[in-house]
């Protein structure tokens, strides 16, 4: 082989891995992103933003608070249509269904009902499936590219947390993990990928409604979860407790932000409760949890905060977005402007894009000395609950009942 096709093939090996690289960093299979961080990688921010955001593509998928996710060009939805929920899979570029599966749902009663009878669990993508835990329990199991259902459990259904399930299943090492159970007992469960069979099962307090993360302490790889009492670290080869951490509810409060890992440490917030920093040491053969700070005034509902270069950045249950210091607890700035209850925060580089339920996408920029304002943009005429999904310069908005492809330029 002369010289010049050496080069040729190893330049032409290198574009391919480059686009290659670039298309599954533009990812978000599952919740909160790739890394279940809320960070983007590959948006391309624009230098200024427009006014408006005009849809390339609008589908009506069905109604549900689960944010979409996005892998290998495909989009996932899951929703509630009519009696059914509903698996989509969707074209990111043209919109164009490429498959749906669907099965009969549980009748949702009680306050949530009438505004959130749909899915609230995002899907997973991993290992070529497409996993999604239903209002009512049931885990399925899907072929990512034929939408061919692979399993489905729906042993955990008689037992659910007073507003049903809100918890997003993880995939790890070729399982499956999810809590199921009611408000006062429940079970971590792993399951394999490929089969549906269990791998192991640990008892447990109640599920809450925040999903399952991943840290890595001391080398060693631990499950963390924000149960409904207590925040606990789970070994993921076994299922086995590795630690524990008191985290009471008051009230009608309850736990769902999800957990946040900085490192050894974890950050957990919530309605009522305020902020702590959890730190995770080992001591001989165990590992111990330990409060690292408090900030008892400033918490959230429904939105898990990102954290960037050492600041958290998040909307409060005061409806305000705020700034916070990851390594003291110490309040940065809360804005003044009121939003919702609900929303989504999203770190896209230089540029923190915020959801909330009003519609409008929030964008500002990560600054620790006072909040700055980029733009201010209606992206949807019905209330927005999930998370929107960025890729390049499209931007993807699940609205009540549609999702919607956005170009910024």
Known sequence: MGKSNRLFIAVAGFLVLAVTSNLFAQDWPQWRGANRDGKVTGFDVPKSWPAELAPQWKVTVGLGDASPVLAGGKLYSFTRQGDDEVIIC?????????????YPALAITGPASSQHSGPRSTPTVGDEKVVTLGVGGVLS?????????????EDFTKELPTFFTG???LISNGMCIVHL???EMGQIIAFD?????????????????????????NGKKQIVDLTSKNLVGIDPENGKLLWSFPVPVENRFYNSASPL?????????????GTKAIKIQKQGNEFVASELWKNGELGTKWN?????????????????????????????????????????????GSVIIALPQTSNLVVFKPNEKAYTEVALIKVADTPTYSYPVIAGNMIFVKDKDSLAMMVVK
């Open 90 to 102: 969707l074209d990111e570029a043209t919109g164009k269904e490429l498959w749906q599966s669907k």
């Open 261 to 273: 890992i900085d490192g050894q440490i974890v950050i957990i917030t919530g309605q009522g409760q």
């Open 167 to 169: 918890l997003s299943p």
């Open 141 to 153: 199991c899907l072929d990512a590219s034929t939408g061919k259902l692979v399993w489905r459990n």
């Open 181 to 183: 159970g009611g408000n």
């Open 193 to 217: 990928l490929k089969t549906g069979k269990q791998k192991w099962q640990s008892a447990s307090d109640g599920p809450s409604y925040a999903s399952l993360a991943m840290m890595t302490v």
């Open 304 to 348: 898990t905060p990102v954290l960037k270069d050492g600041f958290l950045y998040g909307l409060s249950d005061g409806r305000k977005l705020f700034c916070m210091n990851a390594a003291t607890g110490k309040t940065a700035w809360i804005d003044d402007k009121l939003h919702n209850d609900f929303g989504s925060i999203v770190d896209a």
